[in-house]
């Protein structure tokens, strides 16, 4: 019942509401102040009683329970508790102990016990026999078969039968008068009351997943194989084949020397791949070294040559030719049953074979000047038009330097500034000049703001001589492909960024990466240069994927396409700044507010008088909505981008359904509307592009005048892995 302290507050509170000679709103100030926590102190009160209460109820009733039930067992009255559901508790009768002294009774127990022993070997039997019928039991009941059971699973016959671990011989213990379960608080018990019924529940719902139908083993006897894959209720395990250097026991080695972009070389790599043969690629155009090696052991710079070992096997034409006769696996067997000797080719080794350009880099003519300008100037930091410029120094006093150095006049001076500023030393800490005589600011390339942010930026700037662009160019191209044969699936759909990322030409490319800083971009071609940002767009999306990732939400997408970077040419690159500032001219990426480039920014000179929509279909951002990766030479550069732009489109970047008319488009052409035009100029121009099936739909959706309605795919940016 509610304590009288409960009804005591509720009457206060109703007479203070009649009697009360003040208005409403202030005796409901009243009685938050005075009743309301009396009444909240008597309701916890009335609670906790009430529990006690209800506690001490349920403990006398678990304390003394129903008299239990008597069972006959061979002849004896034992009792079995009501608590226990098993019937594994027993418990003698009061009457057997009835009249003996505890002596006797211990004595009896112990009898018992012996008895116990001698009879278990029967017991175990009787067990059995009980466990068929079970068994028998449990498969008759019911129609799902399971009736809170494990089903046995049957044992396949490719497997030893599993044998059953030794379990010791139960004994029979006999019980005190309270069982455990009668002495566990209410509470505990309760705990492991659900426990157990959890854990029954787990078990059913783990017999649930074992799969019906009859097992099937799938055999290739084309490779005299037996079992190739086995199914198992709920389980799969497939058995990996064997490679053929296993089946042969290979010993030795295989090497081929390539170059990047060899169709021939591509086809002794796939062959190698597809016999699942173990071979080391020595790509010249990786290694320019290795190019005189071949010449000494072929007598010849032709690509692919292939090596048993130090034994020379020859090219595509020999190595089709033994195999259509069927002795390359005799060749096999007999050249590399027999360890790799060293007169083979030598396997390239992860920081070395470095050609002649890395391991002699000329000097620029200008770094004498520009470690003196170094270390001579007050380099400070300064309020300038009412901001403050980090790390610059004044153009006159870095005139006075160079004058007094070079013992010459005010224009000789002049002109090396200018030389030191188009070379990428120095620049204007706002863009308005290269070198000019009068106050203004610069400050040397190494403590640009966004320097530390650029991932080819390691410690101090490259000094040595800029090497010509078509140069640098044409390696990145040779060496990014180089790079995609050896790692990435013969489409092109998914790359192995983490072998990449470990690999010797992956390091040859970062060092690539270093002499880009101050190379002079004005040098290159419209196609030339067309291809050099295409290229550098996909090398930096794949050095973006290994140094932080694929980009999973908006946030990663912000780091990935804006704020990983490298310096080129003395400026900063970002991902949607080449696609966005350089390749589109300008133009604002999707969602965004601004454009890339500001008024007067130096970088505006290399994009292209007019933007071309192929662009889109050249670029990887390594997400499986991409385009496939794919590097592009400046001779072919257009013919590359339209093939590439027929492969993304057969590729389901387009689905027309002539029944709805409807169109199903890739969402890049969403995102990037303005370059591709109308929705129906868009068709008109994807026509070009597409297989004559695709084409003849898209000319009579065109062609009725009927409404033609427009969906958009979903972006998928999980990674190309």
């Known amino acids: 019942h509610p304590p009288p302290v409960l009804y005591t507050s509720i009457l206060i509170f109703i007479s203070l509401y009649i009697f009360s000679p003040f208005n409403h709103s202030v005796f409901i100030a009243l009685v938050f102040v005075f009743s309301l926590p009396l009444f909240l102190y008597s309701l916890l009160l009335f609670l906790l009683v009430s529990f006690f209460s209800l506690s001490e109820i349920i403990n006398k009733k678990e304390m003394n329970p129903e008299p239990p039930k008597d069972v006959v067992v061979d002849d004896k009255k034992i009792n079995i508790s009501n608590g226990d559901v098993n019937g594994t508790v027993v418990k003698l009768d009061d009457q057997l102990g009835a009249g003996f002294s505890d002596v006797e009774m211990k004595k009896i127990i112990s009898e018992k016990k012996e008895d116990c022993s001698l009879n278990s070997v029967e017991m175990n039997k009787i067990g059995e026999s009980n466990a068929k019928e079970v068994n028998h039991q449990i498969q008759s009941n019911g129609t799902n078969g399971y009736n809170n059971y494990m089903p046995a699973i049957k044992a396949q016959a490719h497997f030893p039968k599993p044998q059953p671990p030794p379990q010791p011989q139960p004994e029979l213990e006999r019980s005190q008068s309270v069982s455990p379960a009668e002495s566990m608080p209410s509470i505990g018990k309760y705990i492991k009351d659900r426990s157990t019924t959890l854990s029954a ?23 005299n ?3 190739t894959e086995i199914k198992i209720p709920g389980v799969k395990v497939i058995v990996k084949l064997k490679s053929e250097d296993e089946r042969f026991d290979l010993k030795g080695r295989i090497t081929f020397f ?15 791949r597809e016999k699942r043969l173990p071979y080391v690629e020595i790509n010249i155009d990786v290694f320019p070294k290795r190019a005189k090696e071949l010449v000494e052991r072929t007598g010849k710079s032709e690509v692919p040559q292939i090596f048993f070992n130090e034994k020379l096997l020859g090219g595509l034409v020999t190595l089709n030719s033994l195999r259509n006769s069927g002795e390359l696996d005799k060749r096999m067997r007999e050249l590399l049953s027999q360890k790799c000797p060293d007169g083979a080719p030598k396997v390239p080794v992860y920081g070395f074979d470095d050609d002649e350009d890395e391991e002699e880099e000329e000097k620029d003519e200008l770094l004498g000047i520009v470690k003196l300008l170094r270390q001579s100037l ?8 009412m901001k403050i410029v980090k790390n610059c120094f004044a153009g006159d006093d870095m005139l006075e330097v160079i004058i007094h150095h070079l013992d010459c006049g005010r224009k000789k001076g002049i002109e090396t500034g200018r030389q030191l500023a188009q070379k990428h030393f120095i620049k204007h800490v706002f863009g308005e000049n290269d070198f000019e005589e009068g106050r203004h600011f610069y400050r040397f390339l190494e403590h640009e703001p966004f320097i530390t942010a650029c991932f080819n930026f390691r410690i101090s700037v490259n000094d040595s001589e800029p090497k010509s662009p078509s140069f640098l160019a044409d390696k990145l191209a040779r060496l990014m492909t180089a790079i995609l044969e050896a790692y990435a699936s013969d489409d092109r759909h998914h790359v192995d960024y983490h072998r990449i990322g470990k690999s010797e030409e992956f390091r040859r490319y970062l060092n690539l990466t270093r002499d880009l800083q101050r190379v002079d971009l004005q040098l290159l071609s419209p196609d030339e240069r067309l291809a050099f940002f295409l290229n550098l767009y996909n090398a930096m999306a794949i050095h973006a994927v290994i140094t932080i990732g694929h980009p999973e939400g908006i946030l990663d997408r912000r780091a990935f396409f804006g704020d990983f970077q490298y310096v080129i040419g003395g400026y900063p690159y970002s991902l949607s700044v080449i696609q966005n500032g350089i390749l589109r001219n300008n133009r604002k990426s999707p969602y965004s507010l601004v454009r890339p480039f500001g008024n007067g920014d130096r970088r505006l000179k290399f994009a292209p008088a007019k933007v071309n929509p192929l662009i889109h279909f050249g670029l990887c951002n390594g997400t499986r909505s991409s385009p496939t990766v794919r590097f592009f030479t400046a001779q072919g550069v257009e013919g590359e981008l339209r093939g590439a732009a027929r492969e993304y489109f057969q590729n389901g970047a387009i689905e027309i359904n002539l029944d709805k008319r409807t169109v199903s488009l890739t969402r890049i052409i969403k995102w990037f509307s303005v370059d591709f035009g109308q929705e129906k100029d868009v068709l008109r121009w994807v026509m070009n592009y597409l297989d004559t099936t695709r084409a003849g739909l898209l000319t009579h959706l065109l062609s009725d005048g009927g409404p033609i309605h427009f969906v958009y795919q979903d972006y998928d940016w999980a990674g190309n892995l």
């Open 378 to 385: 007050p380099i400070q930091d300064r309020l300038i038009k």
């Open 225 to 227: 194989l037996e079992v």
């Open 201 to 223: 529940a787990i078990i059913k719902r783990l017999s649930s997943l074992t799969e019906d139908g009859e097992d099937f083993v799938v055999k290739n006897d084309s490779l």
């Open 258 to 272: 390539s170059r990047s972009n060899c169709r021939d070389c591509t086809a002794v790599r796939k062959f190698f």
